[in-house]
């Protein structure tokens, strides 16, 4: 009976989410885990505008250092992250807390992104070691 009732509702938010998906054109995040493509959605809605990543199509990061913003986050098609820094940059605002907000996605949300960009970030880095440097929160940013 519950189930009959919300159905609608449903449809209707799946078909949304549809119509959402079209916008972020480019988002070449197909084939994934399920958490791994709303990850990579999330994050070209949340953190392309100053992220850039061209797997989704994200151009946000600075091209030039004459032209760049305060704001211009770091490049992820050349620079790797692992998980655990994800999810640390998400809850801190960055490694330095000054510029990236905090907490723009929580929750299973964060866990999505970070899954997401774990995996394809740095996929340009020039001879990138994968080893991972945690953050931690007494590291001092
Ligand atoms: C308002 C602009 C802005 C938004 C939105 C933003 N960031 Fe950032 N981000 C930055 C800036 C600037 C830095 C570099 C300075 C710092 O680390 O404090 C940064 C740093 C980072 C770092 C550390 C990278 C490194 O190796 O130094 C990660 C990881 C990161 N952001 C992930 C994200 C994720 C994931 C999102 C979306 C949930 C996001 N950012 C949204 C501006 C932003």
Do not use: D, W
Not at 25 to 40: D, F, K, L
Not at 74 to 89: I, L, Q, S
Not at 91 to 99: D, E, M, P, T
């Amino acid at each position: 009976m519950l189930l009959r009732r919300s159905l609608p509702i449903l449809l209707i938010a799946a078909a949304s989410f549809v119509l959402a998906a079209c916008g972020s054109e480019g988002n070449s995040v197909t084939g994934q885990s399920a958490a791994i493509e709303s990850g990579s959605q999330l994050f070209a809605a949340r953190c392309a505008g100053c992220h850039t990543l061209s797997v989704v199509g994200a151009e946000g990061s600075a091209a030039k250092v004459s032209s760049a913003e305060r704001t211009n986050g770091p490049n992820f098609n050349t620079r790797k992250e692992c998980y655990e820094n994800v999810v640390y940059a998400i809850q801190n605002g960055g490694f330095s807390g000054a510029i990236m907000p905090a907490n723009i996605v929580v929750g299973k949300e964060s866990e999505q992104v970070a899954a997401f960009l774990a995996k394809y970030a740095g996929s340009e880095a020039m001879g990138s070691t994968t080893k991972c440097a945690p953050k931690s929160a007494n590291a001092g940013g």
